[in-house]
């Protein structure tokens, strides 16, 4: 790779790096190109790539992952490019970090570092940063060579003798190098998790409560346009970017599906391969809506060249939230970006069940919308409800869910000609004498 010369304007979140990627027989990186899902995920840092290397080996050496050649030609590449930081495509030990910063007089970190760094510049509410924070120190607690300026205030307001740390790896709740013991780290955790812990159980409580709206909640790899996709379907103003992780916090809207149905729909956190388990872990709260969602729609990209690896890499992390993939439908998006007619061909044979949508121009969304209501409520039913104004709730109810044809009063009885969901029928007839429903046979007949 072409040497790139120091701008003497570059800042500390400018870090020129060196990229490393260990292919070993079970890699799931690209062969065609390793790096390249490194290589966006160090642009998402905003750091300068200067130089890439890439290693075939048969196993990992246990002291430095790499030979002790292969070692030494990267401190030599190191030199010769002014890199500040290495990042390996893999998850090194703590140990074959120190050796490997031995040798080559850098800044060493591996990738489970790097997306934790990332998520950390992402976190923007307060839940998310303390998940990761949690996923950081968990990370970090064998290491203990980098810290965070939060354990420096649970210390007591900081060390005169920490000095100032900036750039990839040292984002987060602070940016201070502290000596802090393992017990106090203990301590924090502790204090997380039990933070976590309740959060998690608020969020199962609110989800739980919405058990008279069909919940449906967006899932896939990162960077597949599942923002761009609830801004679509829902007029929304997600955040969305042409980049890795632009959504941490789960949002949720509601989504009209058509014939008086309506679903709430939610946008979460994406998933990449090897995603770190403790950010998983970290992570449970926010994905509430997925493991308890009554519908999730798996976007992936169907023109990225590894959409079946992607799709395999979300697969593993449902599978890790123990989400049942019955509740799982695929749509396949940014179709308007494939260009050989081909490839619609053979992912229908690869996915049969998969519907293909483009968040961009809006094509297949049809198709989506329909599925959904069919899946939500199995389509309208035409009733007669006999409803006791007085009943607030079911009245509100009502609102919610019927499709409102005619409406007349008799005293405190509003008498409503309606279409409502299949599946909402029980959740009327719940309010017992409060309401009086009445089928039709005519609901095919008289659609508008």
């Known amino acids: 790779m072409q040497e790139t010369p120091r701008d003497e304007h570059e800042t500390v979140q400018h870090e020129r790096v060196l990229l490393v990627g260990v292919m070993l027989p079970k890699s799931k990186a690209n062969p065609d190109d390793p790096l390249d899902e490194l290589r966006s995920l160090a642009k998402t840092v905003r750091a300068v790539v200067v130089d890439e290397m890439v290693a075939k080996r048969q196993d ?15 401190a030599l590449r190191c030199d010769q490019n002014d890199v500040d930081t290495i990042i390996f495509d893999n998850d090194l030990s703590p140990n074959q970090i120190r050796d490997l910063e031995k040798i080559t007089q850098r800044k060493v970190i591996d990738r489970s570092e790097l997306i934790l760094d990332i998520f950390a510049a992402h976190a923007r509410t307060s839940e998310s940063r303390l998940q990761v924070e949690l996923a950081q120190l968990e990370y970090t607690y064998p290491r203990l060579r980098r810290m965070w300026t939060h354990l420096e205030r649970l210390a007591g307001g900081g060390s005169s003798g920490a000095r100032a740390v900036g750039g990839i790896g040292t984002r987060g709740p602070g940016e201070k190098q502290l000596e802090i013991d393992r017990r106090l780290v203990q301590k924090r955790v502790s204090a997380l998790k039990r933070e976590l812990d309740e959060i998690d159980q608020r969020k199962v409580r609110t989800v739980r409560s919405r058990k008279d709206t069909y919940g449906v909640c967006l899932v896939g790899y990162t960077n597949a346009g599942k923002s761009t996709l609830m801004n679509l379907l829902t007029g929304a103003d997600a955040y969305a970017a042409d980049k890795l992780f632009a959504t941490l916090d789960t949002k949720t809207r509601r989504w009209n599906v058509g014939e008086g149905q309506s679903v709430l729909l939610s946008d979460t956190v994406g998933f990449i391969r090897d995603l770190p388990h403790h950010l998983v872990a970290s992570f449970r709260a926010t994905l509430e809506e997925a ?138 007839a719940s309010f017992g004498a409060d309401v009086e429903v009445v089928k039709h046979d005519d609901t095919e007949t008289d659609a508008p």
């Open 291 to 428: 493991i308890h969602g009554d519908l999730l729609l798996h976007v992936a990209d169907a023109s990225h060249e590894r959409v079946d690896v992607q799709i395999e890499a979300v697969h593993t992390v449902l599978d890790e939230l123990e989400v049942n993939r019955d509740h799982v439908l695929l749509v396949l998006n940014k179709t308007d970006r494939i260009v050989d007619p081909m490839t619609h061909t053979i992912l229908r044979g690869k996915y049969p069940g998969a519907l293909f949508v483009s968040a961009t121009t809006g094509a297949g969304t049809d198709a989506l919308l329909a599925t959904v209501l069919h899946r939500s409520g199995g389509g309208p039913v035409r009733v007669t409800l006999r409803a006791n104004c007085r009943n607030g709730k079911l009245m509100q109810t009502i609102a919610q869910h019927a499709q409102v044809i005619q409406q007349t009063y008799e005293d405190s009885t509003a008498v409503i000609d309606a279409r409502v969901p299949a599946n909402r029928l029980p959740v009327l």
């Open 60 to 74: 990992i050496n246990p002291a430095l992952y790499v030979g002790t050649g292969k070692a030494a030609e990267i």
